[in-house]
């Protein structure tokens, strides 16, 4: 059976990159940045939960083996996680933060200049990300999907129980159940939509011209995958 079959929506994510794609020649506001991610949201959304009932007869067949194997995966990830995000020093920090977003602001638009550059700088030091606080919300998350995994592998359960515990882990992972924390969560998204909607009217027409083309092999790429059935 194709991949196709297993997400529904492969249309409908493949019609919204096309919306996308048409309104980047035109300056944008955070409410629409904001709006399109809510969008994206909401298409992922089911092929997200098919996945997570697929998901159920290997998860609940892990052995300790197994999940030790995926604690020593998470210690390693925050290993490089710590290297990566809590350096010591500050401006050291600082710079790496900046190093990331002009690379994956580059793979979209291009090439940019130095006005761009510093528009970038001067938008990470505003930034409410504070990667301490994000850190440590990942760790208890880690903790819990392995508190998860082993209450579903400790005895036998009914797929209709353990479904219904990863999709309550799931949507932890989308919105804490910490209120300090979904507070954050929600200035950094505002503050990353103005953010991302003051870099994109900042780009001239060739920078967008690259990101045109950006959307355009990602729609054509998934229509062939749902074409094909594979």
Same mark, same amino acid.
């Given at each position: 059976e194709g991949i196709a079959q297993y997400m529904p929506d492969a249309s409908e994510y493949a019609d919204w990159l096309a919306r996308l794609r048409d309104q980047l020649n035109?300056?944008?506001t955070p409410t629409q940045v904001c709006h399109w991610s809510e969008e994206l949201r909401s298409i992922l959304s089911p092929a997200i939960d098919y996945s997570l009932q697929l998901s159920v007869p290997i998860v609940v067949s892990l052995n300790k083996i197994q999940l030790h194997h995926i604690e020593r995966r998470f210690s390693k990830n925050n290993d490089?996680?710590?290297?990566?995000?809590?350096q010591s020093d500050l401006d050291t920090r600082l710079e790496a933060s900046?190093?990331?977003t002009v690379k994956r602001i580059e793979n979209f638009y291009g090439e940019i200049d130095k006005e761009q550059? $510093?528009? /970038?700088k001067a938008g990470i030091?505003?930034?409410p990300f504070d990667p301490e606080v994000w850190f440590m919300e990942k760790k208890r998350n880690q903790r819990q999907v392995l508190m998860t995994i082993h209450e579903l592998t400790s005895?036998?359960?009914k797929d209709e129980s353990a479904i219904t515990m990863l999709r309550t882990l799931a949507a932890r992972f989308a919105d804490s159940d910490d209120s300090n924390y979904r507070i954050y969560q929600a200035e950094l998204m505002e503050?990353?939509?103005?953010?991302? $909607?003051? /870099?994109?009217?900042s780009t001239h027409s060739r920078q967008r011209q690259h990101a045109f083309k950006k959307f355009r092999n990602w729609e054509n790429d998934l229509r062939t995958l749902i074409a094909s059935g594979h």
């Open positions: 035109d300056s944008i490089e996680l710590r290297h990566n995000y809590l900046i190093k990331r550059r $510093a528009l /970038i030091v505003s930034s005895e036998p359960i503050y990353n939509c103005a953010f991302a $909607a003051r /870099i994109h009217n």
